[in-house]
């Protein structure tokens, strides 16, 4: 986010359909179990593996792929997580080497790739990849998992900060995919809107009417919905501590 305010208010609705230039080789598809995790009671199938061959990839997203607590992951706007590749040597860079891998997967991906990023991607791009179509459905919002993940204290609130989050599809057309294919942008409704700017006017919490005003207009899955109007309607931002740090007490 690097303290910049939002972008000026735009609607942004100018629908690019067609091939277009954009696309990018998928350099990993990549799958976790569930498993227990660090505090009582939390499961967590964010250590993700990277798989050989074609993958189905459903409504739910990849066969095979598990999620810890589905109240909060996982779902139709939350089928597919893609994290670029790059962001692993910023990372590195930022925290001394270790604890980030050489190696994808440590931030919950299914998807591994170079040449996208929240500043290329916007909301409701639409892409083919192998044989399914996916939609950019929301950005990540990052959760204490993180923290425990990487054993840094505040990682969650730093990938938050840094924009560099990530972001989810939902699968429109079910189909067969493998490391190698092509993700390629088919279709951009809301070019005004790359991921970056909506996740900053979030991360920000800003509470300007006419900025929450525009993010409205777009097609927001019903919890960025709701916490925008509740937003415009009480003036103040939520509160992210939960989220950011994990339960009290641990």
């Not at 350099?27 to 250590?47: E, F, K, M, Q």
């Not at 179509?133 to 054993?151: A, T």
């Not at 951009?188 to 909506?198: A, H, K, M, T, V």
């Not at 925008?228 to 309607?233: A, K, S, Y």
Request: aromatic content about 6%; glycine content about 12%; proline content about 9%.
């Amino acid at each position: 986010m690097n303290g910049q305010p939002p972008a000026a208010p735009s609607t942004g609705r100018r629908t690019v359909s067609g091939p277009t230039d954009v696309a990018v080789r998928i350099d990993a598809l990549l799958t976790g179990v569930a498993v227990p995790y660090t505090r009582p009671g939390s499961r967590s199938a964010i250590a993700k593996s990277p798989r050989g061959g074609p993958v189905r990839i459903g409504e739910l997203g990849l066969e095979g792929d598990e999620q810890g607590d589905t109240r909060v992951h996982g779902g139709v706007d939350k089928a597919v997580h893609h994290y670029p590749f790059e962001h692993y040597a910023a990372w590195r860079a930022e925290l001394g080497g270790p604890p980030v891998p050489e190696a994808p997967g440590a931030f919950g991906e299914n998807i591994s790739g170079t040449g996208l990023d929240e500043g290329t991607v916007c909301l409701g791009d639409r892409f083919t990849l192998g044989g399914a179509l996916l939609e950019v459905s929301q950005g990540r919002q990052p959760c204490w998992k993180l923290n425990d993940r990487f054993g840094v204290r505040d990682m969650a609130r730093r990938v938050q900060d840094s924009g560099r989050t990530g972001w989810y599809y939902r699968v429109l057309r079910p189909g067969v995919a493998q490391a190698g294919d092509l993700l390629a942008l088919v279709e951009r409704p809301w070019p005004d809107w790359p991921l970056q700017r909506l996740m900053r006017l979030l991360a920000t919490r800003s509470t300007d009417p006419e900025l929450l005003r525009a993010a409205l207009a777009l097609p927001l899955v019903p919890s960025w919905r709701m916490l925008i109007e509740r937003r415009l309607e009480s003036r103040q931002a939520e509160d992210w501590t939960r989220r950011i740090e994990g339960p009290p007490g641990h």
